[in-house]
């Protein structure tokens, strides 16, 4: 049997024990749950004068299979957990490179007035954060997640890669409005990465939900430098529609961060902001959304490359089929101009679409889809 077979049989037979754990689980101790999201739609890309399509999954959230569950502990105080495994719906492969519980996979104390701790692989704040202060809620070729230079950069690779492996997590009560979380995984400088810290604050009160984070990724074991984001935004119910504003900024001096981390082609250090402003209309089961997006980049590049700036337009729509089921569709479209070679994937799983010469000067893409909770 080759190795490919050995570890996707270790991998089912993972899954199947989990599975027949939590079932029993599930009769065993009240507060343990299955839930998952099933996510399938496609995407049509134009770039280069040519037209592209492809079946994606996560076009408006990604695709998961999950376990919570928590213990009463008396006091006030409870024990929980979450195993989130994350999977591409378009083919059965495990996603976030294979890993079993790729998405989530924590564990640790709350109290209901102290707050929660928990340890383990964690979404970032920052990243959950920018969710929330985007029209799109990252769904399709509208999402702000969708943006990437090329077929291999990310635009935002802080914000991007959502989530940390090594963390400890803290998310406050709320006091009157306001919820803080924090975060710092413990890397110990290995390989391409390092120590990564995270801080968000969020206030609510009625219709306004205004949040602020940030988040700070070192290089890792012999490198110099780091990425770093923030952000700021929010939105307001008007009572029939709802209006986001948000900024996102990122830097990033990481010498041997490679991959998805990696800094923009070109660039001693890359340095990118993005300003939203969108809205979210509802008419019965029908949710209207558009959004336009400003790309200021001030990267410092290593040769003159002129104004790469960019407008990014976006329409989209959700139609609720029932509580758990709905369709989405987006439209999205961004300029370029000195070879800045932006392109537009679809959403969730941030699918980067095909590549752009530097002479081109528009990406489209239209993303459809129907999203399943279960």
């Not at 074991?221 to 709802?242: I, K, M």
């Not at 082609?265 to 300003?275: A, E, V």
């Not at 479209?333 to 932006?342: A, F, K, L, R, V």
Request: with cysteine.
């Amino acid at each position: 049997m080759s190795n490919t077979h050995k570890k996707t049989m270790l991998w089912l037979a993972a899954a199947a024990l989990m599975g027949g754990i939590a079932v029993q689980t599930v009769h065993a101790q009240e507060g343990v749950k299955i839930y998952g999201i099933f996510d399938g739609g496609l995407d049509i890309s134009h770039t280069d004068g040519s037209t592209t399509g492809r079946v994606i999954s996560g076009g408006a959230a990604g695709s998961r299979l999950g376990f919570i569950g928590s213990e009463n502990l008396r006091n006030g105080w409870s024990a929980n957990f979450r195993l989130e495994n994350g999977f591409a719906g378009n083919t059965g492969m495990a996603g976030q490179g294979g890993r079993l519980f790729g998405r989530e996979a924590s564990v640790g104390i709350s109290h209901e007035v102290f707050g929660a701790l928990t340890l383990g692989r964690i979404p970032t704040p920052i990243s959950l954060a920018q969710s929330k202060i985007d029209a799109f809620h990252w769904m399709g070729s509208g999402g702000l997640i969708s943006l990437s230079r090329g077929a291999k950069y990310q635009v935002a690779p802080q914000v991007v890669s959502a989530r940390v492996d090594n963390a400890i997590n803290y998310v406050s009560p709320e006091w009157n409005g306001w919820r803080l979380t924090a975060l710092a995984s413990i890397n110990d400088r290995v390989a391409a990465l390092g120590d990564a810290y995270g801080v968000s604050l969020r206030y609510t009160n009625g219709p306004l939900d205004i949040l602020a984070a940030y988040g700070r990724q070192q290089s890792g074991r012999g490198g110099t430098g780091h990425l770093e984001a923030w952000l700021v935004g929010g939105s307001y119910d008007f009572d029939n529609w709802r209006m986001y504003l948000g900024y996102t900024g990122e830097k990033n001096s990481c010498s041997n961060c490679l991959g998805s981390f990696a800094r923009l082609p070109g660039s001693g250090t890359s340095n990118i902001s993005l300003w939203n402003i969108g809205v979210r209309i509802p008419f019965g089961f029908l949710t209207a959304i558009a959004q336009i997006t400003r790309v200021i980049d001030s990267s410092d590049y290593l040769s003159p490359a002129g104004n790469r700036n960019a407008t990014w337009l976006a329409v989209g729509a959700e139609y609720r089929l029932s509580r758990r089921t709905l369709l989405y569709a987006a439209l999205g479209t961004i300029d370029n101009q000195n070879g800045s070679g932006y392109t537009l994937g679809s959403g969730g799983v941030q699918m980067r679409s095909k590549p752009i010469s530097a002479g081109d000067d528009r990406s489209t893409t239209v993303s459809l889809g129907i999203k399943h909770i279960f």
